[in-house]
């Protein structure tokens, strides 16, 4: 083989892989997109993911328009600093990736809890958890209100509601 | 007839919504047709890189190297269709990527088999064995084990439950080559066991078992490693009692560093575990620790080892020692230097000069033949194989499955950085394996694994929700009351 073809396939062999390289940015970039909406739930419990201590909440001013409390906030275990707004729906807890609060916690069943509002306070039932769901050292049985600040205990996770 | 509006009704909007979901689900593509293409590319290259070694001496493909060819084509081909069918959520880069590697792997293996030929043929010497069928054979082995890890391995969260059990396992394989009657030493280094025919370097195996023990270990301790620190200088330390761990991981790299003498091993595994500390609590006093003890660790071995000594002195100056002791590097430099910016090509250098250029300098043979346009190249394929790793990692919800897959991909970066800056003399050099690339068996296999784990993490983190299969309560454990 002439020196000139050996020369053009080895520039050649360059040249391929460079496009090997370019062509799989191309194919990553349009995967980009793709995570962030795939799994709003998913940001959303990760937002508050380290493991720093719970700042200290925030004065806020719109509290007073509910006295029964406006966020769940994690106040112990991984999610720590999590915090989570109270509105008029209900919040499940678990490891099930569809929960409001997904607790990676191998002590925490699939679902959970749920926490939901009735008659202008919040209520905690338990949904058949293993290893069931506590409101400081009384296991609930039944669907129970949760007051403000009473330690919500979900495997090694706790959860408060503050104002 | 209301109420029998709402009994017909209410199934009917149920539907509805079940169909809206699964419409969704069916929009998340699975990517995998660019899998495959890239498979395909891949597989291109190493085709046309063959045939350039035949072309350069002016010799026609013979049929053994089509079928070689095929057979690296059907194993490629094989892995996809694993992955098809058992993470068709995972990262279509992942593949392509490290299937390109050690095609490229095989073709420089081939190449200096091929050198070796001629060579002999010229001092009428007996045809040495070509290494490229052996480690051709290690790329099936690897490439079943990889299809057995995303079967049999349906869960990456079934790992944690073997936290402990792995450790030790990994432990004991990384010391095995002390042990006597089959611990083999070669080079000065203790890294082999030989059982029957076949040696095994079990350091490569206990990469995996470790960054698994590490990931497992520090999901379960990160709360107390992360929260509890006294404040010195401004800096925040932990407790004596959490630097247990960090000094454990130091003994042993040092251990592995005095007596089986292998320096790269043992700043792997150091760099690994500290930089898993570091993901796992989000505290740069471990980084500052870390690199406080590993800088004590240097200094030491370099007053107390002969040998460290050397490569130090060897990498500050190799041309004093250019005829024995830093023969090999400068031989790799001399390589890089007549490659140039665009390379000599693949079949017209002298990449064979280098000594062990199939295994630990198979960077300087590459980078002689293909110039360091294509030696960039070839590291933006490795950085895109971590990057890959490290977005699973972000992406993945469990912490056990984040650290793993961290960790696993900073395995891959650090020893390609460690290699590849000891070969160009950025860096003292110390004997690790270039992932995918070098000639030998335990590497190949052990980075494949690490390729199907991160691939089944990826595909975990990348499903849509609704197709999470059943919510797996059958994992919650029992608090046990006493």
């Avoid at chain 1, 390289?21 to 995570?35: A, E, F, G, N, S």
């Avoid at chain 1, 509002?117 to 905690?124: D, H, L, R, T």
């Avoid at chain 1, 209100?145 to 495997?155: E, K």
């Avoid at chain 2, 070098?438 to 990348?462: E, P, T, V």
Wanted: hydrophobic share 50%; charged share 15%.
């Amino acid at each position: 083989m002439s020196e000139l073809a050996l020369t053009l396939v080895r520039l050649g062999f360059l040249t391929l892989l460079w496009a090997f390289v370019l062509i799989t940015v191309l194919v990553l970039r349009r995967d980009l997109k793709m995570p962030a909406e795939a799994r709003p739930t998913g940001r959303q419990a990760r937002q508050g993911r380290a493991p720093k201590p719970a700042k200290p909440p925030k004065a806020t001013k719109q509290s007073k328009s509910k006295a029964k409390g406006t966020k769940l906030v994690v106040i112990e275990g991984p999610l720590t600093g999590t915090v989570i707004p109270l509105d008029d729906g209900q919040i499940t807890i678990g490891r099930a990736p569809d929960s409001t609060l997904i607790i990676d916690d191998d002590y925490a069943s699939s679902r959970h809890a749920r926490v939901y509002p009735a008659e202008g306070s919040w209520i905690v039932e338990d949904l058949g958890s293993t290893n069931g769901t506590w409101i400081d050292r009384t296991r609930i049985t039944t669907p129970t209100v949760l007051p403000l600040g009473a330690p919500l205990r979900v495997g090694r996770t706790t959860l408060q509601i503050q104002k | 007839m209301p109420d029998n509006l709402l009994a017909v009704g209410l199934p009917g909007i149920l539907a509805v919504t079940d169909t809206a979901r699964r419409s969704t689900a069916r929009r998340q593509p699975t990517r995998r047709n660019a899998e495959l293409l890239m498979l395909i590319f891949a597989w291109g290259i190493g085709v046309l890189g063959t045939l350039q070694v035949g072309w350069a001496i002016g010799r026609d493909p013979d049929a053994g190297l089509w079928i070689t060819s095929g057979v690296v084509g059907a194993l490629a081909l094989i892995m996809h269709g694993v992955v098809r069918l058992r993470a068709p959520y995972a990262d279509p880069i992942l593949l392509p990527a490290a299937t390109l590697l050690t095609i490229l792997g095989l073709v420089m293996i081939y190449r200096l088999d091929v050198a070796a030929a001629r060579r002999a043929e010229l001092n009428d010497n007996p045809l040495p064995t070509p290494d490229v069928y052996s480690q051709l054979t290690w790329f099936t082995v690897a490439v079943i084990l990889f299809a057995s890890v995303l079967i049999l391995l349906r869960d990456h969260r079934v790992l944690q439950r073997y936290t402990y059990t792995l450790g030790l396992v990994g432990l004991i394989l990384l010391v095995l080559p002390l042990a006597p009657v089959i611990g083999t030493t070669v080079n000065g280094a203790t890294l082999w066991i030989r059982i029957g025919g076949f040696s095994f370097q079990p350091a490569e195996i206990a990469k995996i078992l470790l960054t698994i023990f590490f990931a497992g270990y520090l999901v379960e301790k990160r709360d107390s490693l992360a929260l509890v620190r006294t404040k010195v200088l401004g800096l925040g330390l932990p407790r004596l009692k959490d630097l247990g761990p960090l000094v454990v991981a130091w003994l042993v790299s040092l251990a592995v560093l005095i007596f089986q003498r292998d320096l790269g091993t043992s700043l792997l595994f150091f760099g690994l575990f500290v930089a898993m500390l570091y993901i796992a609590t989000q505290r740069r006093s471990w980084l500052v620790i870390g690199g406080a003890l590993f800088m004590g660790g240097a200094v030491l071995a370099y007053y107390m080892f002969g040998h460290v000594r050397l490569r130090v002195m060897v990498w500050l100056d190799p041309w004093t020692y250019a005829t024995d002791e830093g023969y090999q590097i400068v031989q790799s430099l001399f390589g890089l230097a007549n490659g140039g910016i665009l390379g000599a090509g693949i079949g017209q250098g002298f990449p064979n000069l280098v000594p062990f250029a199939s295994t630990d300098f198979i960077v300087a043979a590459l980078g002689e033949e293909i110039g360091v346009t294509g030696l960039i190249a070839l590291l933006l394929v490795y950085a895109i194989l971590v990057e890959r790793g490290l977005r699973a990692a972000i992406a993945v919800r469990d912490s056990f499955g984040q650290l793993l897959a961290a960790g696993l991909s900073i395995t891959l970066g650090l020893q390609v950085f460690v290699i590849v800056g000891g070969v160009t003399r950025l860096i003292p050099l110390t004997g690790l394996t270039t992932p995918f690339l070098s000639y030998g068996g335990s590497s190949l296999i052990a980075n494949w694994i690490l390729i199907a784990l991160l691939l089944r993490i990826s595909d975990r983190a990348r499903r849509p929700d609704s197709e999470v299969l059943s919510p797996d309560d059958a994992l919650t454990q029992v608090v046990r009351r006493t």
